[in-house]
């Protein structure tokens, strides 16, 4: 079974920066079950949104329209962790944010953001910006 575990996330003033990070453990002989890894958020009250999306063997990274600019995805296949780097925080990216990974084959990028794709998930980390 895929464990994901996310840590980086606090508290954090507006206009600051943080950097998230998902490290993954996958079941010996079943590195297929990751595929794409993705970010997402969701605040009280609020649906959960996709952030950004990466596929681990290629393809460009896809992001949400509401943090594209201010958020890079990374990946560092050796230490199975991606990354979000995420600067110029304001409010409105208070959430928690959630580490999710997928393993379908083949996944378009307007679809790189739906939740369903993925079906493992971490815990999460939360992320609080204060103005």
């Known amino acids: 079974q895929v464990q994901l575990v996310e840590s980086g996330g606090g508290s954090v003033e507006a206009g600051g920066s943080l950097r998230l990070s998902c490290v993954g453990s996958?079941?010996?002989?079943?590195?297929?079950?990751?595929?794409?890894m993705a970010w997402f958020r969701q605040s009280p009250g609020k649906e959960r949104e996709g952030v950004a999306s990466?596929?681990?063997?290629?393809?460009?990274?896809v992001y949400a329209d509401s943090v594209n600019g201010r958020v890079t995805i990374s990946r560092e296949n050796a230490k199975n962790t991606v990354y979000l780097q995420m600067n110029s925080l304001n409010s409105e990216d208070t959430a928690m944010y959630y580490c999710?990974?997928?393993?379908?084959?083949?996944?378009?990028?307007?679809?790189?953001?739906?939740?369903?794709?993925?079906?493992?998930w971490g815990q999460g980390t939360q992320v609080t910006v204060s103005s």
């Open positions: 996958v079941p010996p002989g079943d590195i297929y079950s990751i595929r794409w």
């Open positions: 990466i596929g681990i063997y290629g393809g460009r990274p």
């Open positions: 999710a990974a997928g393993g379908r084959t083949w996944l378009p990028e307007n679809e790189a953001l739906w939740g369903y794709n993925y079906n493992n």
